[in-house]
């Protein structure tokens, strides 16, 4: 049994001290259908609040990464009472955040702020994680944790150079990701701390992650499964792109290249 609190209209779930925030589960908008060429699945382009997505990226980050734990419902071990409860408050279906800031310095697995960054924007990259910034992080003891990681594995961000192109117009609109920040003042140490995150991410095995998924979806597993295959075997490069892509910015003081005019005609081809 745990307790149920308001919090300036977040709702909070209290259990054996621990914090989490109660977020409201939506399935995708449009549901798979086959498509008779392939005979594959149309997933939709968009999730929205989906918990098996915030689980995944979860799973995938801790130990590794400064990020909070996340919980579906049937983790919970929750009351018939509670369950009504959380349902009258949240909605039908729901799942768990823990709260960052409950987190401390003995608890984390990166002290050294550059270096929880470092390890962070290649799990971000790794999962096309665009909505990163500051106002999914929460600042202990002057130690970022990240929460939050509803806007990763869009289908449309794949391809490393949408990822970019949306990591740029979203900064256009105010919300600047922790890729961007990093290269700013980009240092030979902060080289050093990508290049010991990758040698971890891309470390990661197939048998983990058909297990991360396995435990966190089952509609979309075959799909994120081989997402995130394929994003580890190319983390390297794909960062490697999105380093060039922002210091080319830096350095000319300009909007990065591939907003150029012509240049971006080129990688739309590229993406398409």
């Known amino acids: 049994m745990g307790t149920i ?15 989490y925030y109660v977020k409201q589960h939506f399935k995708p908008s449009i549901p798979p259908v086959p498509q008779s060429s392939s005979q594959k699945l149309a997933v939709p382009e ?7 997505i915030e ?5 995938l980050g801790l130990g590794r990464c400064n990020v909070v ?9 929750l009351s018939s009472e509670e369950m009504q409860t959380l349902v009258n408050l949240v909605g039908p ?7 960052a800031y409950q987190y401390t310095k003995e608890t984390l697995p990166h002290t050294d702020p ?16 665009w909505d990163d910034g500051d106002r999914n992080i929460y600042v202990v003891s002057g130690i ?12 449309r961000c794949q391809n490393v150079y949408r990822f970019l192109l949306k990591i740029q117009d979203t900064a256009d609109a105010g919300r600047v990701s922790s890729i961007k920040s990093y290269f700013d003042n980009y240092s030979r140490r902060k080289e050093r701390i990508l290049h010991s995150a990758i040698e971890v991410f891309s470390g990661i ?18 799909f994120f499964g081989e997402y995130l295959v394929n994003n580890i075997a190319q983390i390297a490069e794909d960062i490697d792109i999105i380093k060039g892509a922002f210091l080319s910015q830096r350095d000319s003081g300009k909007r990065p290249m591939f907003y150029e005019p012509v240049l971006r005609q080129t990688f739309w081809r590229q993406i398409k």
């Open 144 to 155: 970022p944790v990240w929460f939050d990681f509803g806007a990763s594995l869009d289908p």
């Open 55 to 59: 689980k995944i990226v979860s799973l």
């Open 46 to 52: 968009r999730f929205f609040s989906y918990g098996p």
């Open 5 to 19: 609190e308001m919090e300036r209209g977040m709702v909070k779930y209290i259990t054996s001290g621990e914090i």
């Open 69 to 77: 734990n996340v919980k579906l419902a049937d983790e919970m071990d």
């Open 93 to 99: 279906e729901f799942y768990f955040s823990r709260a």
């Open 205 to 222: 095995s197939h048998t983990e992650v058909r297990a991360v998924v396995q435990v966190a979806e089952d509609e979309f597993s075959g």
């Open 114 to 129: 550059e270096i929880a960054m470092g390890y962070q924007i290649v799990l971000d990259t790794l999962v096309r994680n």
